[in-house]
């Protein structure tokens, strides 16, 4: 049986961009300190954190279908509009052995989060996942 870990590096790599409505950036921070309209990167982390079971499933599915183990450092690049449903996310990886699958099923699971309302713009987050199949 195989148990699979997914780490949140948002604490030390995550990042958080606010853009105005017309698109242009008017703050960008890194790290948990992050406070971006009514969003900060603690209340990001939380959401992110009760979803991690769907996350979960991405991988663990992958890994079933394929028979092939992946185990590597994926970033998710993800847009929070001021309603607060996630309105593009994407993978961003320099790997070229990461399971596309895998990134177009977090994504899903990303575009499916209700994030709370933003006052004052949309929000980008940067947000390394890092995946690891473990042996029980």
Do not use: W
């Not at 699979?4 to 853009?19: E, P």
């Not at 079971?53 to 991405?58: F, G």
């Not at 994407?90 to 709370?116: A, H, M, Q, W, Y």
Request: hydrophobic share 35%; with cysteine.
């Amino acid at each position: 049986m195989k148990i699979i870990t997914i780490l949140l590096f948002l604490f030390s790599c995550g990042s958080v961009t606010k853009r105005d409505s017309s698109g242009k950036v008017t703050q960008k921070k890194k790290k948990e300190e992050v406070i971006v309209a009514s969003l900060n990167g603690s209340l990001i982390r939380q959401i992110i954190v009760k979803n991690l079971p769907q996350i979960r499933t991405c991988y663990q599915n992958q890994m079933s279908s394929s028979g092939k183990t992946y185990q590597g450092m994926v970033t998710m690049k993800f847009t929070i509009e001021e309603s607060g449903l996630v309105d593009r996310a994407k993978v961003e990886t320099n790997d070229p052995s990461f399971p596309r699958p895998i990134g177009e099923c977090v994504s899903t699971v990303l575009k499916r989060i209700k994030f709370p309302r933003s006052k004052g713009g949309v929000v980008e987050v940067s947000q390394p996942f890092n995946f690891h199949p473990t042996k029980s």
